[in-house]
């Protein structure tokens, strides 16, 4: 009877992983897209106005998660942009809720306050801090201390 | 602390940023940027050689450029220049440049395998991270060939940076996902177990992922995992929270890595007693840490302490061996469902409604029944109100589904339309499956019509009425509850489909009473007949004859209906042809033949209910597997469903004993045995076949009536002075229905009728045909009807084949014909101008796609037959596009399971000849030729 159940959990788990990340304003305009699964460039359009749709509606009374195709998107705003991880609908909510909020609080001591403008010019210095936090679609490292050395040494560097 | 400023670095690259927000229009940004495209590509192909600088410049504009939806063509190989540069900055917008815009081309595809390659064997940790964050991002099959070699090697290496290994092990999880078969297990498996053991947290993070994905898919290789796997997590929840320093976040110790550690554990039965008991302190000091009062007001403290927990709960759930703890969580999740924060009354619902499916805390679940309703009343998200819908679900039993049931039938009155079906199908499960007693039931599903009719699908109606004819105890109690709920003024169609159903089997039950009489029953239907749609009036039709049978009173009633035009001249096929049908059937039937052509229908046979198969369906991918089964149960259900039976089918359901003298009759699939050798002499060979899968030659003539269905669905496929096979068929998309009757022509019952289609080893993947068997037994004059489903796979050529095998008087009787299931059935018609008409005409202009065929007429050649037939070909007929109005033109697409294909035709005729030249020209080639086929031989 475990195996058998053992074969269910396995079967249920797979591809258990982040799909995208996406930061957008409230108007809709992308700041970061981070794709881990192939979708073809169509697709990720159809992707980004969905997740706006569905997200935008949305007011502090409902809860950081939407339902979304066979996904779930967890989500959270910081004053006009939408900071959203796409994941599996068996995923630990919370644990991507706070990788959002730990996410942002990393950007904020990057860019010294961070403001939509800084995404925009530094774009690509954005998807270095994606990199060092989440790869392959997996959390990376959680610790701010760690990633803004790592940072500082990159920026070093240039 | 470091920061940076705005756009440092390069400051062309923050000029073009500018310029481009400052527009103020589309057109401006386009301007902008074309005016910047052409600098750049005279920057890449002046004659001065770029510096690195200038060249990560211009590559990371070009690449903003592709982000802001732009298509690329040039700069790939500027990009790949990049990656050999020895500066970081440059390295780092060459390999983003490749990240974001990977290619397939395949030249480009090895340089950039070389450069990664370079970094890989650099030892300088900046530029080896680089090259495996390229490899995670692309994750191509290519470079699957290229490095999962190499990758473990770096991974489980004792001088690798810390910072490279957590990339090197997201990266061979990433190609492990992508191209499994390409990784090699090792040496080194049992050393990146042990990287659950080490020093940097961050490496044990990234890790536990790895290992996660690979112990699913090799628990044994794994095991060893589990203890490594405990023994951390117990160190982290133990620990004190400045312990962790880098790793505590709002004073909760590692939260991200407890959670994959949890995960990890999930993939595994309870460990051994040894560890068991480790694992079980770990999930009480979770469980108990969840009670201390909280370290920080913040809700990041809070999300981070229950993230752990929630995933805690989760694999107490998944081992379900541990009763204390199950109603530990049970009573904790309680404690959130109040809880002021939505997300955690959100997740507490979700959460619980795993733990009500365990024997151990079922009871503790129950508890929380008030609270739960409460949500569904009060919540304001509509997704936790239906996280409460299922709860209310999975919690419910006997002892509370009364309850249940109710609240879930007043919350469908303002229930959110995206959620009606769903609570519809809960609810009806719910009612079948606790009721005790059947008249609540019956009262629970008329309420379900009520409230929300139009979301009562046909599985719900057709399950009440099998469980009504099932059960007679209800039977009268339904009679009376229908025609009650009937008298309303406004009620809705599958009211009264259900009314009309029940009344015309047990009408009679409540007949005794005035109030009820069979001419007031009838009225009250009737009064509502001229409002419903084409299927509910068919229905009705059927229980006006079954009342003839049940109230002779009626009769001249029913059959002044009957006779009216607006029946007998319905424009409608199937109604017309039930009122002429059941008038004649009123009239020259006498009492006894009616007594047994409309007889009570037989109990339905037992099987899954049709609407938990529905809603398994509705349930998506979770349980994906089971959809297959769900189809089929739906589709035999569909065929089954409770139709009151017309004549015909009613003839099936009485076998005649004498089939089961025979020891056949249970078992009407059964090949037919070789008949006694009183035969005639005729039949020689079909004496000596011991097997139905030995097929007779094709009945002569059989190719003729063949060809005559290809361009329409009705008719008569065969006769011969026995038996007359008739069609009746019906195709949408890739889908199709058709109905087969067999006609005993003679007065002597056909025994051991067996009929059975054959799909030739070419045909069978591409086409899906599933019916039932037939009663074997055809009585003399009778006439027995089979329902095929078709579903086209893909494309075919081959016809199949139906063989019928059936004894009379004595002798063994063999007949095949081809079943008339084309390809061009599952032809959709598309309407299109002239112009699209040749453009598209001309891109299919590969000689493979065309195929023409130049013949004589068999036919009079009459424009509008012509035309007639085209159109019952199926593809639509397109008027004013030939630019010779003597031609005929015409498109369709082709649906089958798997593609569509368009399809173009051009039909000349040439009248001086009689001769016709017919062009197809598809996108495949064997489709051209079939259609080709099938149509020439029209004219």
């Not at chain 2, 060979?685 to 063949?706: K, M, Q």
Request: charged share 20%; with cysteine.
């Amino acid at each position: 009877m475990r195996l058998k159940r053992l074969g269910e959990l396995c079967k249920r788990r797979e591809g258990l992983e982040i799909r995208f990340i996406l930061i957008q304003n409230r108007a809709g305009k992308t700041r970061l897209a981070k794709w881990y699964m192939q979708f073809d460039d169509d697709e990720k359009q159809k992707l980004i106005e969905e997740v706006h749709a569905v997200v935008t509606v949305r007011d502090a009374k409902h809860t950081n998660f939407v339902e979304f195709r066979n996904f779930k998107i967890i989500y959270r705003r910081y004053a006009g942009l939408y900071f959203c991880i796409c994941v599996d609908v068996n995923d630990n909510n919370l644990a991507y809720l706070e990788a959002i909020h730990n996410f942002v609080e990393v950007l904020n001591e990057y860019f010294h306050n961070v403001c939509e403008l800084d995404l925009v010019f530094n774009f690509y210095k954005v998807y270095t801090v994606v990199d060092e936090m989440f790869l392959a679609g997996e959390i990376r490292e959680t610790s701010q201390t760690k990633v803004l050395k790592q940072l500082l040494m990159l920026q070093s560097l240039e | 602390m470091p920061a940076v400023s705005k756009g440092d670095g390069m400051r062309g690259l923050a000029v073009f940023i500018s310029d481009i927000r400052n527009c103020k229009s589309k057109e401006a940004e386009i301007k902008r940027i074309n005016k910047e495209l052409a600098n750049i590509r005279s920057k890449f192909k002046g004659d001065k050689a770029l510096d690195g600088y200038s060249k990560k410049k211009y590559v990371c504009k070009l690449l903003f450029i592709f982000l802001l939806g732009h298509d690329i063509d040039f700069g790939h190989m500027e990009a790949v220049n990049l990656l050999s540069s020895n500066r970081y900055t440059e390295k780092q917008i060459g390999y983003l440049f490749i990240s974001v815009l990977v290619n397939s081309n395949s030249e480009l595809i090895r340089l950039i395998n070389n450069a990664i390659k370079n970094d890989l064997a650099s030892r300088n940790p900046t530029f080896m991270g680089l090259a495996l964050h390229c490899i995670a991002s692309v994750g191509s099959r290519e470079m699957a060939e290229a490095f999962a070699g190499e990758i473990p090697k770096v991974l489980v290496a004792g001088d690798t940076m810390d910072s490279v290994k957590q990339s090197a092990a997201l990266c061979l999880l990433r190609l492990y996902r992508t191209s499994p078969d390409l990784v090699p297990m090792g040496d080194w498996t049992s050393r990146v177990v042990h990287l659950l053991n080490d020093q940097h947290l961050g490496v044990v993070t990234a890790a536990t992922s790895l290992i996660t994905t690979l112990a699913q898919k090799n628990p044994e290789e794994f095991k060893t995992s589990v203890s490594l796997a405990v023994s951390r997590l117990s160190r982290i929840v133990t620990s004190a929270s400045t312990d962790l320093q880098d790793y505590t976040y709002y004073f909760v110790p590692a939260p991200w890595l407890s959670v994959k550690l949890l995960r990890l554990l999930q993939c595994y039965p309870p460990p051994d007693p040894a560890v068991r008991g480790r694992l079980t302190e770990c999930l009480e000091t979770i469980l108990n840490k969840a009670q201390e009062p909280p370290k920080s007001k913040k809700v990041q403290h809070s999300n981070a302490k229950n993230a752990v927990l929630f995933e805690a709960i989760s694999l107490i759930i998944h081992h379900d061996s541990e009763p204390n703890l199950l109603v530990r969580a049970c009573n904790q999740l309680g404690q959130f469902l109040q809880h002021r924060e939505t997300n955690l009354r959100y997740l507490a619902l979700e959460s619980m409604c795993t733990l009500a499916s365990s024997e151990f805390s079922h009871e503790a679940v129950k508890t929380h029944i008030e609270t739960v309703i409460n949500a569904l009343k009060t919540e304001r998200d509509v997704s936790v109100r239906q996280r409460a819908v299922d709860l209310l679900y999975a919690m419910c039993d006997r002892s509370n589904a009364p309850q249940i049931v109710a609240e879930m039938l007043s919350y469908l009155e303002t229930a959110d339309y995206s959620i009606r079906e769903e609570i519809v199908l809960k609810v009806a499960i719910l009612a079948e499956k606790y009721a005790v007693d059947y008249t609540w039931y019956v009262d629970t599903i008329l309420n379900l019509i009520r409230i929300a009719g139009d979301y009562v699908s046909e599985e719900v109606w057709y399950r009440v009425i099998q469980i009504v004819i099932n059960r007679d105890d209800v039977q009268g109690y339904a009679a009376k509850t229908v025609f009650e709920a009937l008298q309303a003024p406004a009620c809705h169609e599958n009211l009264v489909k259900v009314g009309g159903y029940i009344l015309g089997e047990f009408g009679n039950l409540i007949a005794g009473d005035p109030r009820s009489s069979p001419l007031i029953q009838f009225n009250l239907l009737h009064s509502k007949f001229h409002l419903c749609s084409v299927p509910t009036r068919a229905l009705l039709l059927s229980t006006y004859i079954k009342f003839v049978n049940l109230f002779p009173e009626v009769k001249p009633t029913i059959q002044d209906v009957l006779r009216s035009d607006s029946q007998l001249r319905n424009a409608d096929v199937e109604l017309q042809q039930r009122a002429v049908e059941y008038l004649r059937l009123s009239t020259v039937a006498s009492t006894d033949i009616l007594a047994t052509v409309l007889e009570e229908m037989p109990p339905f046979p037992e099987r899954e209910s049709s609407i938990l198969a529905k809603l398994k369906k509705k349930k998506g991918p979770s349980t994906v597997t089971d959809l297959e089964d769900t189809k089929r149960e739906r589709s035999v259900d569909v065929n089954g469903g409770p139709e009151p039976a017309p004549a015909s089918t009613s003839a099936m359901s009485t076998p005649s004993p004498s089939a089961d003298l025979l020891g056949l009759g249970a078992a009407p699939a059964a090949p037919a045995g070789p008949p006694p050798s009183s035969g005639g002499g005729g039949l020689l060979v079909d004496v000596f076949s011991d097997s139905a899968s030995v097929v007779a030659p094709l009945a002569p003539g059989s190719e003729d009536n063949f060809a005559r269905f290809v361009c329409k669905n009705n008719g008569v496929l065969f006769e011969n002075q026995l038996l007359q096979i008739g069609l009746k068929s019906e195709f949408r998309q890739n889908l199709g229905r058709m109905f087969i009757f067999y006609g005993n022509k003679t007065s002597t019952q056909f025994l051991n009728f067996t009929p059975t289609l054959i799909c030739s080893d070419d045909l069978q993947p591409n086409l899906n045909l599933q019916t039932k068997p037939v009663d074997p037994t055809v009585e003399g004059g009778a006439q027995v009807q089979q329902v095929v489903n078709i579903e086209c796979v893909s494309d075919f050529t081959e016809a199949p084949v139906l063989n019928i095998q059936f004894r009379y008087g004595g002798t063994f009787q063999n007949v095949s014909v081809q079943l008339p299931i084309t390809l061009n059935k599952f032809f959709q018609p598309t309407e299109m101008a002239s112009q699209d008409f040749f453009q598209r005409w001309k891109q299919l202009s590969n000689p493979q796609q065309e195929v023409q065929n130049i013949f004589k007429a068999k036919h009079p050649m009459d424009t509008e037959v012509t035309k007639a037939k085209i159109i019952g070909f199926g593809s639509a007929l397109l008027e004013e596009v030939d630019p010779n109005p003597a031609n005929f033109v015409g498109a369709g697409i082709i649906h089958t399971k798997t593609t569509q294909i368009g399809c173009l035709l051009r039909l000349e005729p040439n009248l001086q000849a009689q001769m016709y030249r017919l062009t197809l020209r598809t996108s495949k080639e064997a489709v051209s030729q079939r259609l080709c086929e099938l149509l020439s031989a029209q004219f």
